[in-house]
């Protein structure tokens, strides 16, 4: 995700095993995970979230297929997202952003053409 330019966040419930009073997170720059709290499934976890998240702030996109969670979600101002959608927008951001990267940009063309105009002229004009 980090290539793509994108932050999110994974939520799973939690398993008797290895619940806790506070979330479970693992940290990473661009994708965290987190398994929800005692007491609380991922679908609660999240909308508690939400409920406490600032409007105005960054947009909150859920991705997500339950059409419940996605209902009471939008409610707290969260735009939703299929995850078939999601993993398409995914695949044609990778494919964009390969795509611009193997282009050179216009700075790169100028001075290629004029480093060949420069050869060219030196050539033409002997030795």
């Known amino acids: 995700m980090h290539s793509l330019g994108l932050h999110g966040a994974v939520v799973f419930d939690s398993h008797p095993d290895h619940s806790a009073t506070h979330p479970i997170r693992a940290d990473d720059p661009h994708l965290e995970i987190i398994y929800s709290p005692t007491n609380l499934d991922a679908d ?18 859920l991705v997500t297929s339950d059409n419940e969670l996605a ?31 193997e282009k050179p940009n216009l700075e790169c063309r100028y001075q290629l053409q004029r480093l060949l105009e420069l050869f060219e002229n030196r050539y033409n004009s002997g030795p």
């Open 71 to 101: 209902f009471k979600a939008k409610s707290f101002g969260a735009s939703i997202l299929g995850v078939k959608d999601f993993l398409k927008k995914l695949h044609e951001k990778e494919l964009h952003t390969t795509k611009a990267e």
């Open 44 to 61: 609660e976890y999240i909308l508690e979230y939400l409920s406490t998240y600032k409007r105005g702030s960054q947009p909150i996109i």
